[in-house]
């Protein structure tokens, strides 16, 4: 499996930014899609971001589009997400997620991600 930590999460006001990384161990981690989820207090966790391994595709939930980047650096074995133009409603618990599909696409459903990190909270203040 891979392991994955993430870092980066904080208070921010909105309209500010900021940048989470997601460490990952393992000489897989080139292979596999990956994935940030975000989940508030009584909420589902819902799709946020995805990066393919195969063609570098990308893919962002409506909400988050023009606003968020994700990215990784496969170098350094650890995926990226840029957030710009915070707002209050983005504040949650940040998980990123490796999809076991070796070479395979990105997917926006958490059901087709085995491993998973712990989470970084992110907080934007109105």
């Known amino acids: 499996q891979v392991q994955l930590v993430e870092s980066g999460g904080g208070l921010v006001q909105a309209g500010g930014s900021l940048r989470l990384s997601c460490a990952a161990s393992g000489r897989t981690f080139s292979s596999f899609p990956m994935g940030w989820f975000r989940q508030a207090p009584g909420t589902e966790r819902e799709f946020v971001a995805a990066?393919?391994?195969?063609?570098?595709?990308?893919s962002y939930a409506d909400s988050v589009k023009g606003r968020f980047t994700i990215s990784r650096d496969n170098a350094k074995n650890t995926l990226y997400l840029q957030m710009n133009s915070l707002k209050p409603e983005d504040t949650a618990v940040y998980y990123c997620?490796?999809?076991?599909?070796?070479?395979?696409?990105?997917?926006?459903?958490?059901?087709?991600?085995?491993?998973w990190g712990q989470g970084t909270q992110v907080t934007v203040s109105s």
């Open positions: 997620a490796a999809r076991q599909v070796p070479y395979g696409r990105w997917s926006a459903s958490p059901l087709d991600y085995g491993d």
């Open positions: 990066i393919s391994s195969s063609d570098g595709g990308t």
